[in-house]
């Protein structure tokens, strides 16, 4: 059975994505097809921000872009140097807030220790900060995307928790993405299922991939990596077959394993 990936390829993975590799131990066919383009931005302002630690209680990333926008900001050997010497020894005595597994490898590889990679979602992650971080004059410094939502800022608003916003990232749809899915369906007809990993994917995609699939719409199973995702594909019209519990491929795997009744 063919599954369908419209993600990002994961970065700097030795061998296949991780998620084609669980679902391939799994009997699974999966073709992963990118689907966004990433820019970003104020990585001046951003560098600036980390420079001045004493002014945070921590920091939060809820997306690998995230981390990657702080590892680009420390691009020339000098800022390398400062955040080997100073900086990261610093930022290691916060907190340093983190969703799911990859964002938290990559926090891992610039010497800080995520906490809270287990929540799966904003939301959950917004309810571990609130137990855990009292209400506080410093806030917590958030670089995020463009499109991030306001989940997580008002649940710690509400709780009297400050948070600083930056936008470090934007996204648009990937040059070649409607050619890919041509290519996709004329070469290996309608998959299984369709596994869609943001609210952008299903922006970009949903629409074509109903007109490629014809009258074969019906049998395929559409998953979802998260909740947030989930909406997005409900608020659509299409049925949701399944949702990942966490944003793993061991979750995703066993969600549309059930969701074909393999």
């Known amino acids: 059975m063919k599954v369908l990936l419209l993600k990002e390829p994961k970065e700097n993975e030795n061998g296949p994505d991780p998620y084609i590799k669980e679902l391939g131990l799994h009997g ?150 409607h050619e890919s899915l041509r290519n996709y369906f004329s070469q290996q007809g309608v998959p299984a299922s369709v596994a869609f990993f943001s609210p952008s994917g299903v922006k970009y995609c949903l629409k074509q991939i109903l007109k490629l699939s014809g009258d074969l719409l019906p049998h395929i199973k559409f998953a979802a990596i998260g909740p947030t995702t989930a909406e997005a594909m409900a608020t659509e019209g299409i049925v949701v077959s399944c949702t990942a519990i966490n944003p793993t491929p061991q979750d995703l795997t066993a969600g549309i394993k059930r969701s074909l009744h393999l």
């Open 28 to 177: 699974l066919e999966a073709t992963l097809i990118p689907v966004l383009a990433f820019e970003f931005i104020s990585l001046q302002a951003l560098f600036e921000k980390l420079s001045r630690p004493e002014q945070y209680r921590g920091l939060i990333f809820t997306s690998p872009r995230a981390v990657e926008a702080l590892k680009l900001c420390l691009g020339n050997n000098c800022k390398e140097e400062a955040w080997k010497n100073f900086l990261g020894e610093k930022w290691n005595t916060k907190s340093v807030y983190v969703v799911g597994k990859a964002t938290a490898g990559l926090v891992g590889e610039i010497g800080l220790v995520p906490q809270g990679e287990n929540c799966g979602n904003a939301e959950k992650l917004a309810g571990y900060i609130c137990s855990r971080e009292p209400s506080s004059s410093l806030p917590l410094l958030f670089p995020c995307g463009a499109l991030k939502r306001e989940t997580l800022p008002t649940i710690l608003r509400e709780k009297g928790i400050v948070l600083e916003s930056l936008t470090v990232y934007q996204t648009s749809q990937q040059p070649n993405l």
